[in-house]
């Protein structure tokens, strides 16, 4: 019970109570307090009374008298003049003296406590005004014992109410906890376990029904979690069907292009100046295809390979790659130009690096091509202290907001009309793999800017600071 919400609310609401009912107990024992000693001094000036109406008081009817007033005498004060109305004698000397006219809250709440802690019968004297202006003052003595014990049994009385009254509390919050709170939380957690039976059936997502504002939110943010958590995994096992028929086409498109590769090998004999010259290039474009190939065979039983780092020319690199891209682009009014020095060397893996250059250009020449204007692809290099800075440019009119927001993420962060976005996916994996990294410098009406960071040593090239980047616009 101590381990459920209902049992814990139970318990705590029934010590509350009982707090509460103690601080009320205190201020009730001292007004008791105080009535039973007006009470004490109203019947002593009634028997006071009798003593004046007869001029000769038998003693047994004035013990009678005392013994029903509860004390041992009486005193009135009368125009300035104190009178011994009933006495008897006092088993015990004076413990204290208590003025009623001149008592507060606090002292009266002080001196019940007082008394209920103190188990001796004292003997104490009580001053107060007479009823009905019957004289000055009336004074009594009496015994503490009688007034202690009926404070004990009024007390009890008073707890066992309380007791009484946070236990029906107690039980009514109980059942109210159980009805409005307990029950939908545990509705809550069973349709979570129901959802994780099979958390691709879109069935299974919660509806919100609680009308509890805090616990309808609470519904409707598990509702965008499932969601969100069944669009993920259904994309994930998307992804998974593709890439396993990819891998049967990687398969058999590895054997087309190891024949073409051979009759390639053969045109590089022919004397034609023409073929001479596109051989080699055709060669290098079937060789690299065979190598995507098996790389996508690789990356279906594990991830993306290694790279194999080997220091080469990038001027070299980044020629093939605009070149191959000339001749996509044809008779379109797109030019392609490059800053790279020609004694610039890097150390990188350059099948995987000519993948990430292709991927940036030919988004670049697409984004252009989808204008219909002139434009211009640039791809620029140089070299700092301690990385490589690799930068691709274009003229066109830059990313749409909601390619910008899922940048890098595979089937999410597509530029071109029908595209997967696989393209800036597999090229941030590769630049990754090399210890660097991928940015979009900028992206506007005036066109987008990639840079490739790759570091000169073993070390990885920490992440952009957050001003370092141009804000996309």
């Not at 150390?347 to 002139?374: I, P």
Request: glycine residues 8%; contains cysteine; aromatic residues 4%.
């Amino acid at each position: 019970m101590l381990n459920t919400l209902s049992g814990r609310f139970l318990i705590l609401t029934t010590i509350l109570v009982v707090l509460a009912e103690v601080f009320i107990l205190a201020p009730s024992l001292a007004r008791y307090r105080e009535n039973y000693l007006l009470s004490r001094l109203e019947r002593a000036q009634i028997a006071s009374l009798a003593v004046e109406a007869s001029d000769a008081l038998d003693p047994g009817l004035e013990q009678e008298l005392l013994e029903n007033a509860g004390v041992f005498n009486v005193v009135l004060r009368r125009d300035e003049v104190r009178q011994l109305a009933l006495s008897s004698p006092i088993p015990e000397p004076l413990f204290a003296t208590y003025d009623l006219r001149e008592e507060t809250g606090l002292s009266l709440i002080r001196e019940a406590i007082e008394l209920l802690a103190d188990p001796e019968n004292r003997v104490i004297r009580v001053i107060g005004d007479p009823v009905r202006q019957g004289g000055l003052l009336i004074e009594v003595t009496m015994e503490t014992g009688p007034l202690r014990r009926e404070m004990i049994e009024y007390g009890l009385r008073i707890l066992a109410v309380s007791a009484a009254i946070s236990g029906i509390t107690a039980t009514l919050l109980f059942l109210a906890v159980q009805r409005f709170m307990v029950r939908p939380i545990r509705r809550l957690v069973g349709q979570m376990r129901h959802y994780t039976v099979e958390p691709e059936d879109t069935r299974r997502i919660i509806e919100p029904r609680a009308t509890l504002r805090e616990l309808h939110e609470a519904e409707t943010t598990l509702q965008l979690l499932e969601t969100q958590l069944t669009n993920a995994l259904k994309q994930k096992g998307r992804l998974a069907q593709l890439g396993g028929a990819v891998a049967k086409v990687s398969h058999d498109l590895r054997n087309i292009l190891t024949s073409a590769q051979l009759f390639a090998d053969r045109i590089e004999g022919v004397d034609d100046p023409t073929v001479a010259r596109l051989a080699p290039k055709l060669v290098g474009s079937i060789t690299r295809a065979v190598s995507l190939c098996e790389s996508v065979l690789a990356f279906g039983r594990a991830e993306e390979p290694p790279p194999n780092l080997t220091r080469f020319a990038l001027a070299r690199l980044v020629s093939d790659v605009l070149d191959a891209e000339r001749l996509a682009a044809g008779e379109e009014a797109i030019s392609f130009s490059e800053d790279v020095p020609s004694g610039l060397v890097i150390r990188a893996d350059q099948e995987q690096l000519y993948r990430v250059l292709s991927n940036l250009v030919r988004n670049a020449r697409q984004a252009l091509s989808a204008t219909g204007e002139e434009g211009e692809v640039s791809v620029s290099g140089t070299e700092c202290e301690d990385h490589w800075r690799i930068a691709v440019t274009d003229t066109g009119p830059g990313m749409p907001p909601r390619a910008r927001e899922n940048l890098f993420q595979a089937f999410s962060g597509g530029v071109a009309k029908g595209g997967s976005g696989l393209g800036l996916a597999i090229a941030a994996e590769l630049v990754r793999g090399h210890g660097g990294r991928l940015d979009l410098a900028g992206s506007g009406p005036e066109g987008t800017c990639f840079v490739i960071w790759l570091p000169r040593g073993d070390a990885t090239v920490a992440a952009a600071p957050q001003g370092a980047m141009i804000e996309a616009q």
